[in-house]
């Protein structure tokens, strides 16, 4: 605004800019900008000390994505004039396409833009500071994909700083042994994660979190035996973890343990209350120890709060099956059709 | 794909024979119509003659079987179907499908243009079974997907895989009536039959309502599987979700490869295994009777037992004469880069036996088999020592003849002579005490089993067979003695 004002002061002292800057912003309107920068040029070379001058060619540069121009002309505007938010705020983007992430921050901060100041943070290796920018940004634009998208990698960055502190400082350390387990079974190296683990476990047998890993491991491959072994071991570590106990209960049901595996889905849900997995699961598990009535309560309940996921589509399968040996046709068809209705939309 | 193999009597000397199912080389798959150099002996379908001291002699030349034409070759199904006490070969392909009749002396002929049977497309398993009961064999052929070399695609990244089925569009399966004068005709479309598509690659027939009418189970890939139910009246209705046989325990589909429709927990009432991919866990459905079944995996053990295992060629036989029905299954993964895709998986393993104790399944060690790419299984006493005996086909390499060392159990064996019926007795419902057993030749994984009827019998020397034929007759024969083969000729 203080550009335009200063802009139109000169206008009326030298009636040859007016031309060329009508002429300048007709050209960039009608899209013709290399036109406009002829204009904005002659401008800025009858009027070189005027600030708007230099933002007017250097937001042309700008549009055209042309930063490299962009960056020398708004440089210009705000050492004649530092008062220009829109020129920080073209000149810190302009900055940080150019990959002067640190540069463009001061600018940035200027222009109060939070969403492209959280990504030079990030650049700039200030992770935490990032996250608090996108966090706000998000805030006005929670669907974001890119805001989300760096959100997640300045998590990610805090994280592997710290794993860095962590391996620098305690390389040895049952610490250090899980974090890599974790991280090598995330990338699918099974054994080498076996390996961290089970060192984690001989320094810290008491490390929580280290056995339920395992667990999640042996249980992705069908090794039923060794997950229980392991969840069981989580579940006598963290007795009030409701995952241990879930995981627990769903490794012994497939083990045809209907009884156990009934007992530690039942401690789950109680552990934590209403969390839909373990409904179905629950029910699934009421179902095949015969008691139905509960079985069709918990099927309801987890369709109730899941609506039209997989999960809803699979307790409506289960009622369906349900209802069908209960001897209640309607029932049994009504489910199924629900089922096939969601899997239908699903695929 | 491919590894169809067969047990059969096909020159009646009392010793079973084997019948390989080859596959191709593709030599230019630029170039169409597609030709897998079946000519060159290397991959001619194979037929191997029992001797008497037990070991084989390759008579595939002198069988009239050395030209296998130039379809890739998939599965094999054994049946008599001009009833003329000759067992009958259906080699299926990848393209058109062959009918070898059996000459009765030591050769085949290839009457498929005749017969009307040629088919078509992709064809996997197939099978004999009468199911009109009309005393002549009927011929189901499942067929797997839509897809032809000239519309190949390639699918994996990074590794490059097979692609899932669900990149192909599904396909019909054929059903030709038996029109008797050694002719055929495709009844797909009046019977039911083609009503809906599939991906099917299993078939196993039994007759699941006792309805006295046999029903088709159809083991499809990726997708729902089909149950379908014999109306009698010549048509079928396709029930597989009503009665509860369709999905896995949580509704979802898997990829079902091999099926066996027979009764494992001694009920009276035919179950259903279908094996599939690891991490899908091995789909046992319990018959519970009223038409209805329930998925019984996780209950009976087997789920534990498989669910890091891929599983083709499986058989519901009673291995050990106790008087239960053990479930032996050739494995291996379908890709053979799985070991990168996911480390805890292997692409061979070893054939498996699962024990039956009561209803429940045990692992049973089967010593000293290599692990390999295990496919087709076809199932009978080899060696005529009352002990169910294995026969797998291994892709790339050569098959496994896996004899049963037996024990000291009794048992009895029943080659069944149809007169109203078919021939071979085929669908007819044999009971000893509590077990049942169904006459057939089908289900395992594009492979055929020895048609004749094999009961445990435990520590009983001798047993009261109750039969009842396709053609409704039934016989009883009473105290008859353990240990031996006994051949029933159904009542006039």
Excluded at chain 1, 26 to 39: C, H, M, Q, T, V
Excluded at chain 1, 229 to 252: D, I, Y
Excluded at chain 2, 18 to 32: Q, T, W
Aim: proline fraction near 3%; hydrophobic fraction near 40%; charge should be negative.
């Amino acid at each position: 605004m203080i550009a335009i004002i200063a802009l139109l002061l000169a206008l009326q002292a030298a009636p040859e800019l007016k031309v060329h800057v009508d002429a300048g912003l007709k050209a960039k309107s009608a899209g013709d900008l290399d036109a406009a920068i002829r204009e904005f040029q002659r401008v800025v070379e009858l009027a070189p000390g005027m600030a708007a001058a230099h933002v007017n060619l250097g937001a042309v540069y700008y549009e055209k994505k042309d930063y490299s121009r962009a960056i020398p002309s708004l440089r210009k505007a705000l050492e004649l004039n530092p008062n220009l938010p829109g020129a920080h705020g073209m000149l810190g983007v302009a900055l940080l396409a150019q990959g002067y992430a640190s540069e463009s921050i001061p600018h940035l901060e200027e222009a109060k833009a939070d969403d492209v100041l959280g990504v030079a943070l990030l650049e700039a290796g200030r992770a935490r500071e990032a996250i608090d920018k996108l966090e706000a940004a998000l805030e006005k634009q929670p669907d974001n994909p890119d805001l989300l998208y760096y959100l997640s990698q300045a998590h990610a960055r805090l994280a592997k700083q710290a794993f860095d502190v962590l391996s620098e400082r305690s390389p040895a350390s049952a610490r250090t042994r899980q974090m890599l387990g974790e991280s090598r079974a995330a990338s699918g190296n099974r054994e080498a994660a076996e390996k961290d683990f089970r060192a984690a476990l001989a320094m810290r047998p008491d490390l929580r979190g280290v056995h339920f890993a395992l667990g999640e491991m042996y249980l992705g491959s069908g090794d039923y035996e060794n997950a229980e072994r392991e969840f069981r071991q989580e579940a006598q570590l963290a007795p009030g973890s409701a995952s241990a106990a879930f995981k627990l209960g769903v490794v012994l049901m497939n083990r045809g343990e209907v009884r156990s595996g009934l007992a530690e889905l039942q401690r789950a849900n109680a552990l934590q209350p209403d969390m839909p997995e373990t409904l179905l699961e629950l029910g699934k598990a009421s179902a095949a120890a015969g008691e139905v009535a509960l079985a069709e309560k918990l099927f309801l309940r987890t369709i109730e709060l899941e609506q039209a996921s997989s999960l809803a589509e699979s307790a409506h399968f289960q009622l369906a099956q349900l209802y069908r040996r209960l001897g209640r046709p309607v029932d049994s068809d009504r489910e199924t059709k629900l089922f096939q209705e969601i899997r239908k939309s699903r695929k | 794909m491919g590894g169809g193999v067969a047990l059969l009597d096909y020159n009646n000397d009392g010793l079973l024979d084997i019948f390989l199912v080859n596959g191709g080389k593709l030599d230019d798959p630029a170039k169409l119509p597609a030709n897998f150099s079946r000519r060159d002996p290397a991959y001619w379908n194979r037929l191997y003659r029992q001797n008497r001291d037990g070991s084989f002699t390759d008579v595939t030349a002198a069988a009239g079987l050395a030209d296998a034409g130039n379809n890739y070759g998939m599965g094999v199904a054994v049946g008599d179907y001009n009833n003329d006490g000759f067992a009958d070969l259906y080699v299926t392909n990848y393209g058109r499908n062959t009918l070898y009749r059996n000459n009765g002396n030591g050769t085949f002929t290839d009457v498929t243009a005749e017969a009307g049977v040629g088919a078509g497309g992709w064809s996997a398993s197939a099978g004999f079974f009468d199911y009109d009961n009309d005393g002549r064999l009927d011929l189901f052929v499942t067929r797997y997907l839509d897809w032809d070399i000239g519309r190949n695609i390639l699918c994996g990244t990074p590794f490059h895989a097979y692609c899932r089925p669900d990149k192909f569009g599904p396909v019909t399966n054929i059903l030709f009536h038996n029109e008797g004068g050694g002719k055929f005709r495709d009844v797909s479309a009046e019977s039911g039959i083609a009503a809906v598509k599939g991906k099917a690659l299993g078939v196993a027939f039994n007759d699941y309502d006792g309805d006295g009418f046999a029903d088709i189970f159809v083991a499809n890939d990726g997708m729902e599987q089909f149950l379908f139910h014999n109306k009698g009246d010549g048509t079928f209705e396709e029930r597989a979700l009503e009665t509860g046989v369709a999905l896995s325990d949580d509704g979802k589909s898997y990829a079902g490869m091999g099926a066996v429709f027979a009764d494992y927990d001694n009920d009276g009432l035919p179950d259903i295994v279908v094996t599939n991919l690891a991490l899908e866990k091995y789909a046992l459905y319990r018959n519970e009777g009223g038409g209805q079944f329930r998925y019984a995996s996780l209950t009976t053990g087997l789920a534990a037992l498989t669910a890091h295992s891929s599983g083709w060629g499986v058989g519901l036989f009673d291995f050990d004469n106790r008087g239960w029905k053990d479930l032996f299954v050739a494995q291996s993964h379908v890709l053979d880069n799985v070991e990168k895709i996911h480390s805890g998986l292997r692409y061979l393993e070893p054939p498996a036996m699962f024990r039956n104790v009561a209803g429940k399944f045990e692992q049973s060690s089967l010593a000293g088999l290599p692990p390999v790419a295990g496919r087709g299984a076809a199932f009978g006493d080899i060696d005529n020592d009352g002990y169910m005996d294995a026969v797998v086909s291994v892709l790339g390499g050569r098959p496994l003849v896996i004899l049963n060392r037996g024990g000291k159990n009794h048992w009895l064996t029943l080659k069944l002579v149809g007169v109203h019926s078919n021939r071979d007795g085929m669908g007819a419902k044999i009971q000893i005490g509590k077990q049942w057993v169904y006459a057939t030749t089908s289900g395992s994984y594009l492979s055929a089993s020895d048609g004749q009827v094999h009961f445990g019998l435990g520590s009983d020397k001798e047993a009261t067979v109750e039969i009842i034929w396709p053609s409704g007759t039934k016989q009883v024969l009473e105290k008859i003695a353990a240990d031996r083969i006994v051949t029933v000729k159904e009542p006039e």
